[in-house]
């Protein structure tokens, strides 16, 4: 079946830094969404990408997906302590018909001041 | 945005009670709900989908007759942990899918954490 991998599960990021996360999946998505779960919280929406190659910015956060349709990445520039949280990708497939998304194991980020 | 909402929060039980958990969308429609679970500091675990009118499709490995899923309206499912032991509390989560021009979105409640006596 899909499975979703994402690296790495745990990111420690000095303020100002920036930091990647990768997402791969071993089958071609249909559609890959991002979700953000700050400590004690639920996941909450950041993006999806569709297209192939797609590339979206929301402020200091760049989404991107892969060309294959088979992974992404979500890039965080100068990291402020409000990004602390766990970022998830989630992947629905090509064949699903209910809108099901397979999880990624999440990246933990700590930021130090 | 949307919004979901989840009731209870929380909830502690002895063993052998059941628990009834509430996944409602506030301000939109939704045909399909999804349960999950999330141990501690781990990623999120699709248990079954949820489609109004119909009967839920579990994932491999859930029992449907633990956790007895209803959705019986356009903005309502409902999680039923029967006899609950310890090894059931976790934290469960319901999302709600969105078909709109934005594509299928699953908007997240706040999750409810059961722990079981």
């Known amino acids: 079946g899909q499975q979703v991998m994402q690296i790495p599960q745990y990111q420690h990021v000095q303020e100002g830094e920036d930091f990647t996360t990768y997402c791969n999946s071993s089958?071609?998505?249909?559609?890959i969404q991002w979700y953000k779960q700050r400590p004690g919280g639920h996941p909450v929406f950041l993006i999806q990408l569709v297209k192939s190659g797609e590339v979206k910015k929301q402020k200091r956060l760049t989404f991107q997906f892969g060309e294959a349709k088979k992974n992404s990445s979500l890039h965080i520039t100068a990291t402020q302590t409000t990004d602390v949280g766990t970022y998830f990708c989630?992947?629905?497939?090509?064949?699903?018909?209910?809108?099901?998304?397979?999880f990624g194991a999440g990246t933990q980020v700590v930021v130090t001041p | 945005g949307a919004v979901v909402s989840q009731h209870p929060s929380r909830v502690i039980c002895k063993s052998g009670t059941s628990v009834k958990i509430e996944c409602r969308s506030l301000?939109?429609?939704?045909?399909?709900m999804f349960w999950y679970r999330q141990f501690p500091k781990k990623s999120l675990m699709l248990m079954a989908t949820?489609?109004?009118?119909?009967?839920?499709?579990?994932e491999q490995g859930v029992e449907k007759d633990k956790f007895l899923i209803n959705h019986a309206s356009l903005t309502l499912s409902t999680l039923t942990v029967t006899s609950a032991h310890p090894e059931d509390s976790s934290f469960y989560i319901c999302?709600?899918?969105?078909?709109?021009?934005?594509?299928?979105?699953?908007?997240f409640g706040a999750g409810t954490r059961l722990s079981v006596l």
């Open positions: 989630a992947g629905r497939g090509t064949t699903d018909s209910w809108g099901k998304l397979q």
């Open positions: 949820s489609n109004e009118g119909s009967k839920a499709t579990y």
């Open positions: 301000d939109f429609q939704a045909t399909t």
């Open positions: 999302s709600a899918r969105r078909t709109s021009g934005r594509g299928n979105i699953q908007y």
């Open positions: 089958t071609t998505l249909s559609n």
